[in-house]
């Protein structure tokens, strides 16, 4: 290599480093990425060529880059690798889709599910010693195989994993993941540049063994750009046409440009005879082939085959022995362009055959099918059909959307024309196609029986709903619903239109039929379409304020029928939220925390990362009401973390919940920036923005801003979401209220606090009535309605509540001239602060303790209290016996950084072992 020292080393250094790096060396087509990233990987790098052909094939280049590693290892060892959530890897390699099921619809939850066993089998190989991943023309990788490398470069902090990436650039704009990890703070990019006229000097001085004139050596840099690919073919040029290296030769060498150097390629493959250039043509359809392989599809007799690969090498066109491939893409590119589109169509049919008489799958042969002439047999369509499910279940449903367009281009029987559109149909919706709705539409009504018209109309209105609103989504069910559907088909659909008008508060409409008739008796559900039924209706009951807060509970305990429903509709099911919702909303917080911990063991069993976000976030909404904040607060950090990948179903919620676990944990300009990361009006609208506002509020309120809050309060108000009416999840009314009284306008305080009083002691809602109790005692300086309220939040178990009436109640006692019974309320409001992690209350419930005169007893920031959320929550799994292992399997994270989690928390614990985590822990 020439000039290339510099670029080596910087390569070398990130190589080097004892913790993950990345490196990507970028330039264009011929400036020598290629060879600079064979100079720098090791030996026993895992390397990886991205092919153009190959686009389609989901995690191509990721098996390409595992599959003779893991395959070296003992069967033992290789069991060991890919257990747990390696498990996904192995089925990856053998081309098997089975046991993925469990991974929920086609997809983010697919797709993640293998981001996340991929990057746990390179961390069980990184055990072993440091691992570099080298992947070569990576610009042309399939998607999945790009979301993976930009998945696994934002967790190398912790593992010795290095990737080292070499990308082309040109007139096409790299694919987004790609684009996103060149960006990315932590990549060494490495831009080649053109050799200096010293360079080309030098490269020319070299290959031509002569002295090199400095005005032909100006004249090659001028011709060649200074790319070395092309500075090599012009001296190959120059040598063939015996030209000498003086300034006799700079014309003949200007002419020489780069446009030419092509056409002078062209013209040596023209030049060739008739073998060699089928054998040419052969491999650049095939991209790289065997001897026997590009005998067969160039349709050469063997004896002749031979000879005519020697030329092809001889002319600097192919290059190797066994497994042939040109020696630059630039030349393959030249034979390819000079291929008429018939006889390139011709060629990759005759490829396929090829292929698929060597046992090939369908996923090898799906490109070439893709690009074969004229029409398909039902072999051909079925192949595609074949690849098409396998792209699906691996989470690329575009990949599977191209594949079954094609095949629906072929003439077809009516069942099985009827079959392959709902599959495209189903493919395009869930990569989110434009027309992917359309398509459903078009398969239903393809279908020859009512009962397959109606399962993909049902598809297409959840679509509709997510996309469009409950109206349309509505509209499309009840005419789906109608007479002598299977009886579980008509109670899904009615379930979807119960849930449809729960989650859009804005559709007025009536449904058409009376939910009453639906429930049945109290018996359990017999199917998962009436679980679905009854979590809708528990919900809608809830949101209309049609039955009793414990008849929506009861309605809802119904549903998850001793969790059924988790297994019903798999990790990322929304009707698990619905009876989650409802339990939190009716104080059943022990029964929610029981439900969403199933489903948070159900979706990390998936490992699906959005699922497990989804399932995390859930999980933290009855631990915060209970109380446990700095857990909770743990929990709604796992669900904003994997933003990063994607997810957003509730990350609105979970920053609106997290923001008043900071409030808690008197971190308020922690909860002021994550506020700020979701912006009303100018991001997309959400159900859950009036959750946002009232939170926002919240923060107002904590720092002493009562206009602020009421302008807050006011912004959920008049968001009209579906928990407008759930005075138990969304308190814009109290959060106005105490605005207001804060602000002096106690008449207007004092409404709002009655309205809220006597809807509580209506309808049920300890915390509610509580925390009305509080506000309407500020509005009207009741100590009568803090003791009531102390009274029944001492029943309850929403402990921060009680923490804040107690300190209250304290308040109005020491101002009445009772100092030993504040005294009293404030040491027992400092207890439960204490243990619990409040520490705003703890703070406040300390400087009551000083006014009233009684000095508290200091407690340092030790034990749990000073672990860090990611602490808390490796140290919780430890607790109950978890090895590393399975730690890091569960919460998505590499081995290490359990390791590095342990290690920082045992200190502050002041314990050396886990098993003295339980008595550390509390």
Same mark, same amino acid.
């Given at each position: ?93 053998? +081309? ?192 790289? +082939? ?279 509709? +798999?990790?990322? +099911? ?349």
């Amino acid at each position: 290599m020439i000039e290339r020292d510099d670029e080596l080393a910087r390569v070398r250094r990130t190589l080097a480093t004892r913790e993950g790096g990345v490196a990507v060396v970028m330039g264009p087509p011929g400036i020598g990425r290629s060879t600079l990233l064979r100079a720098a990987a090791p030996e026993d790098a895992l390397r990886a060529t991205g092919r153009e052909l190959e686009r389609s094939l989901p995690f191509g280049v990721t098996v390409e880059l595992l599959r003779e590693r893991l395959a070296r290892l003992g069967a033992k060892e290789r069991a060991r690798r890919l257990e747990g959530p390696g498990a996904l890897v192995g089925r990856l390699l053998d +081309g098997s889709a089975d046991g993925l099921d469990d991974l929920g619809a086609a997809g983010p939850s697919r797709l993640h599910a293998h981001l996340h066993a991929l990057t746990w089998v390179v961390g069980e190989l990184a055990e072993d010693g440091p691992v570099v991943l080298a992947v070569d023309d990576v610009q042309w990788a399939d998607d999945a195989s790009l979301r993976w490398l930009a998945y696994l470069a934002a967790r190398l902090e912790d593992v010795p994993v290095k990737l080292l990436l070499a990308a082309a650039t040109g007139p096409e704009p790299l694919p987004e993941p790609l684009t996103d990890l060149v960006a990315s703070p932590m990549t060494e990019l490495v831009q080649l540049a053109p050799l200096t006229l010293a360079g080309v000097t030098a490269a020319a001085t070299a290959t031509l063994a002569v002295p090199v004139d400095a005005a032909f050596a100006r004249a090659c840099a001028d011709s060649s750009g200074g790319n070395p690919f092309l500075l090599s073919e012009l001296l190959l040029e120059v040598q063939r046409r015996g030209l000498s290296a003086d300034a006799d030769s700079v014309d003949a060498v200007r002419e020489l440009r780069p446009e030419g150097l092509r056409r002078r390629i062209g013209a040596r493959v023209r030049a060739l005879d008739g073998d060699a250039r089928r054998a040419a043509e052969a491999l650049a359809v095939l991209e790289t +082939g065997r001897f026997d392989q590009i005998t067969a599809l160039a349709q050469l007799e063997p004896r002749a085959a031979g000879p005519a690969l020697d030329r092809l090498v001889a002319a600097d066109i192919v290059t190797g022995e066994r497994e042939f491939a040109f020696v630059h893409a630039l030349v393959r590119q030249v034979v390819t362009d000079a291929l008429g589109p018939g006889e390139r169509a011709r060629l990759h049919g005759g490829a396929a055959v090829l292929l698929q008489a060597e046992g090939a799958g369908p996923e090898r042969l799906a490109p070439h099918l893709l690009r074969a002439p004229g029409s398909l047999d039902p072999a051909g369509i079925d192949t595609l059909r074949a690849a098409a499910a396998a792209a699906l279940v691996r989470g690329t449903p575009a990949i599977a959307s191209a594949l079954l367009r094609r095949a629906s281009e072929e003439p077809a029987a009516a069942p099985a024309r009827a079959s392959l559109l709902a599959a495209l149909g189903s493919a395009a919706s869930a990569a989110g196609e434009p027309d992917g709705l359309a398509l459903l539409i078009t398969a239903a009504n393809a279908q020859p029986d009512a009962a397959s018209a109606a399962r993909l109309r049902l598809r297409a209105a959840r679509g509709l709903l997510m996309t469009q609103g409950a109206a349309p989504a509505l509209e499309l069910l009840e005419a789906t619903l109608v007479d002598d559907l299977p009886a579980e088909l008509a109670d899904e659909i009615r379930a979807t239109m119960v849930g449809a008008a729960n989650l859009d508060p804005s559709w007025a409409g009536d449904l058409p039929f009376t939910a009453d008739t639906l429930l049945g008796t109290d018996a359990a559900p017999r199917s998962a379409a009436e679980r679905g039924m009854l979590a809708a209706v528990a919900l809608r009951r809830l949101l209309t304020g049609e039955t009793a807060p414990e008849e929506a509970a009861a309605l809802a305990l119904r549903a998850y029928d001793g969790g059924r429903i988790v297994d019903d509709e +798999g990790p990322d +099911g929304v009707s698990v939220s619905f009876i989650a919702g409802v339990l939190l909303a009716t104080g059943e917080l022990e029964r929610d925390r029981e439900v969403t911990g199933a489903l948070l063991e159900r979706a990390r069993r998936s490992g699906s990362l959005p699922a497990y976000a989804s399932a995390a976030y859930l999980h933290g909404c009855p631990l915060l009401h209970l109380g446990e904040v700095a857990e909770a607060h743990a929990w709604f950090e796992v669900a904003l973390d994997a933003r990063r990948i994607g997810w957003n179903t509730y990350a609105v919620g979970a920053i609106a919940f997290d923001v008043r676990c900071l409030i808690a944990l008197d971190r308020l300009d922690d909860a002021a920036r994550l506020l700020a990361e979701h912006r009303p009006g100018v991001d997309a609208p959400t159900v859950l923005d009036e959750l946002y506002h009232a939170s926002a509020g919240r923060l107002a309120l904590a720092r002493g801003d009562a206009r602020t809050a009421l302008e807050c309060a006011r912004r959920s108000e008049a968001s009209h979401g579906p928990l407008h009416a759930v005075r138990q999840l969304n308190d814009w009314r109290l959060i106005a209220a105490e605005a207001l009284a804060r602000d002096g306008a106690t008449a207007e305080a004092l409404a709002l606090a009655e309205e809220e009083v006597a809807f509580a002691r209506r309808h049920g809602g300890t915390a509610l009535l509580g925390a009305a109790l509080r506000v309407r005692a500020r509005a009207r300086d009741s100590v009568e309605d803090l003791e009531e309220a102390v009274t029944l939040l001492r029943e309850a178990p929403y402990v921060l509540e009680r923490i804040d009436a107690l300190i209250d109640l304290a308040v109005a006692h020491r101002r009445g001239g009772d100092r030993a019974r504040a005294v009293e309320l404030l040491d027992e409001a400092l207890d439960a602060a204490a243990r619990r992690g409040a520490r705003a209350a703890e703070a406040r419930a300390r400087a009551e303790l000083n006014v009233a005169g009684r000095r508290p007893r200091r407690t340092a920031l030790r034990g749990r209290d000073a672990l860090t959320a990611a602490e808390l929550r490796v140290c919780t799994l430890a607790m109950r016996q978890q090895t590393n292992r399975e730690i890091a399997g569960e919460l998505f994270v590499t081995v290490k950084t359990v390791e590095k989690h342990l290690a920082s928390a045992y200190p502050k614990l002041g314990i050396s072992s886990r098993r003295e985590l339980a008595d550390a822990l509390g």
